[in-house]
């Protein structure tokens, strides 16, 4: 009996005292313009730009802070003539072939303020969370149909005759950073550069796209030792490195007193 009495005291000190916490928090919203850098990948993979947005929750009096940010960011968009061979689903012939490269990402952000007060706070954080990077193509004729209600100076968008993606890839990384605050507005507005480091599991990136493509009888997929995309309307090399970037940002902050 005594145990459970003293057990339920404890629950209700420790609910208190988060309670209390609460309501001496601060909750934060940022809006960055980001850069992931590769640095030692393969030379396939290439500087990334993109938006991310976050959510933080710092409690009052102390210098920590728990948050969630994500984002999206593109790069290497191509765009080149390739020749196909007779298929099922398109005639032989030249296409145009849009590659793009697309990468997602949300973080869980651990952050420590060096200073808090002034109108320059710097701090350190670090990283956890999951990286999603997909190669996409888009397969345009190069001839398209006229519309007879159009004249010949105002000639029909180019249709897409297939589209789809190349490579998927799903990782967890982990990493860490330094970063400043300029106050606007004191303790409302500001704004940030931040820094981080990131590392993490096994990525793969589609190299240059060969320009006369051939058909694969080979079934097997894509490993180390056959890194060879053969797909039905893109050749190319895919190259395997781990993941190793530097993450840049550069926005906004906007605090709740």
Avoid at 20 to 40: C, D, E, K, V, W
Wanted: with cysteine; net charge neutral; charged share 15%.
């Amino acid at each position: 009996m005594i145990k459970t009495k003293l057990f339920s005291k404890t629950v209700g000190v420790l609910v208190l005292c988060f309670v209390t916490s609460i309501s001496f928090a601060q909750f934060g919203f940022r809006m960055n313009h980001s850069q992931l850098r590769p640095i030692g990948m393969s030379k396939a993979a290439s500087n990334a730009y993109g938006i991310s947005l976050g959510v933080h929750y710092r409690f009052q009096d102390t210098p920590f802070s728990i948050g969630i940010e994500g984002g999206l960011s593109m790069y290497s968009p191509t765009n080149q003539e390739v020749t196909l061979p007779q298929t099922a689903q398109v005639p032989q012939g030249t296409y145009d072939l849009n590659t793009h490269n697309l990468t997602g990402y949300y973080f869980l952000v651990p952050r420590i303020y060096l200073n808090n007060k002034g109108i320059l706070k710097t701090y350190i954080n670090g990283r956890i969370g999951r990286l999603y990077h997909t190669t996409s193509f888009t397969l345009h004729d190069q001839d398209p149909p006229m519309d007879p209600s159009h004249t010949e100076e105002c000639p029909t968008e180019p249709s897409a005759v297939a589209e789809g993606s190349l490579l998927r890839n799903a990782l967890w990384v982990v990493g860490g950073g330094i970063g400043a605050r300029l106050d606007l507005v004191r303790d409302i507005v500001s704004i940030n550069l931040e820094v981080n480091y990131l590392r993490g599991g096994i990525m793969r990136h589609l190299g240059p796209v060969e320009q006369v493509t051939t058909q694969s009888t080979d079934p097997q997929g894509i490993t180390p030792q056959a890194p060879l995309l053969n797909h039905p309307y893109v050749n190319g090399q895919v190259y395997y490195s781990a993941a190793s970037m530097l993450d840049i940002r550069f926005g906004i902050f906007f605090s709740m007193p």
